[in-house]
């Protein structure tokens, strides 16, 4: 057959007789076979490994249609279920099934019950060609039909049975792959002795799956659709099948603390809201990424999951401590405790006051917090954190706002030191980062009182501190004991005592990080 019939035919099956089923062989036959299924199926032609046969349906001068089989699937639950096999099982006897993954009439082409006359000759080919071609005989046939296009009827005039669905995954080289195509699974039985066979029954398929379990798989699709920057793919060189391996790979990390939750549900809520911290959605609040990932009967939901609904928080806490040891864990590593701000705009946020936000610069109504984290050679990462509740949060005027937000009636005010000392002894006295220094910043640097805990712990420190801070350097200890007065840090600066020194602190995205330093031992400390 030397072309695909193009001129539109519509007539009974008997007027279109013969109609013959012709196995492809050779280079010519196969390119028609591809040409028909680009042009006329609609998943397209695709290119296949390992073993196929392929079929040309052919009438008058023309191909009016083809199909192609290959190896049944490795793993499909409802067929696993139909035919009762074990794994072990499965293993053995996977190929006597084989797999009908294209059938199509060409557009143009009406007759009725073509479709079904067509199936029903082929199964009787393909059984013997498969056979005498690979030496195995089939047992079972399978098929996926597309529910959202196509109704089954053709197949189940053929003889073909519905058995269930597929669970919405592909096989990729790598694994599997959630894509969200829930397809109906059709099957017809070569030999009726298969089970006697095979040495199984047939089990009981499982009830239709949960809402929930469905929400997991669409999950790990939307990620696709919604959490990925093109431009930043293609930027980076990042191929598409690495982004569906990352995605799958965020989606085992949220594994790991799955018994930190009481319902599975709560599993759904978690991943949605991690997924969408991470994506490119603009904005990041509970309503927005709850319809971005979950539509818009799950924006409810997602808020009590933030606000009312209860998970173990110690033991997610400790896990991801531990994770992060196994991580970036040394000996000589570095504790770090910094304060960072939220702007607000309005002002039911626990904690929310007007206060200095480090982002903008000033004082604006905002929430803080401080966070305790680590660094090492090999990486870094947050370690724990607290929301700063400001002092005036503890005042009469703020009971009805403490009371719908939730905070506990035992808390007692802290300042930011307070609870950065508290965050970093649980951090060092729990054993649950290896580290010999502290770094911090200014803010609690400057304070002498944070700086003597850090030394009772036996630690190291590098601290920042304020440049009007005073200090006796030791070369200047004859003025400190003549009771002459102390000097300020950035005098000490600008002297030529000790040369400074300029050294690379790390290679950034624009280049190297560099920063000067130099070394100076100091002598008592306080505020001028």
Known sequence: MERIKKERVECELSDLKPVEIRLVEGEAGSAL????????HYLGYQRSWGRRLRYLVCAGNGAIGALGWKSGSLKLQSRDYFIGWSVEQRKQYLAHIINNDRFVIAEGVRAKNLASYVLARNIRIVSTDWESRYGVRPYVLETFIDPELFSGSSYRAAGWQHIGSTKGYEKLREGYRYHGRIKEVYVYVVEQEFRRIIGCERRSYPQKGSETT??????????????????????????????????????????????????VEQRVLSQSYLMGLLSDIPRKNVEAIALAFLGPEAVRCQQNFLSLYGWDEERMLERHQGLLAEAVGEEDGMHTVDSSEIPKKGKESVGGTRQYCVSLGKRENCQSGVFAGCTSRKGYGLVDRQLY???????????ERRRKCGIPVELEFQTKIEIAA?????????????????????????????????????KLYLAEIRSNILVW???MKEQQDSG???????????SDVTPWQRVVLAEGSKGPIMAEVRSQVGQRMQKK
């Not at 076979?33 to 006329?40: D, M, P």
């Not at 509740?389 to 009971?399: D, G, K």
């Not at 508290?422 to 580290?435: F, M, N, S, T």
């Not at 002459?484 to 600008?494: N, P, T």
């Open 33 to 40: 076979w591809e040409q028909l299924i680009s042009t006329h």
């Open 214 to 263: 469905y929400r997991e798989g669409r999950l790990r699709m939307m990620i696709r659709k919604v959490g990925c920057n093109p431009d930043l793919i293609d930027w980076a060189g990042v191929e598409e099948e690495i982004v569906g391996r990352m995605t799958e790979e965020l989606v085992d990390f949220h594994r790991l603390f799955e018994d930190c939750f009481r319902r």
């Open 389 to 399: 509740v400001p002092r005036v949060w503890f005042e009469e005027q703020y009971a």
């Open 422 to 458: 508290r965050l970093l002894e649980k951090q060092i006295q729990g054993g649950v980062l290896a580290g010999r220094w502290i770094g911090c910043d200014s803010f609690f640097g400057s304070d002498s009182a944070f700086r003597d805990t850090i030394a009772g712990w036996g």
């Open 473 to 475: 350097s030791t070369i």
């Open 484 to 494: 002459e007065k102390a000097i300020a840090v950035s005098e000490i600066a600008r």
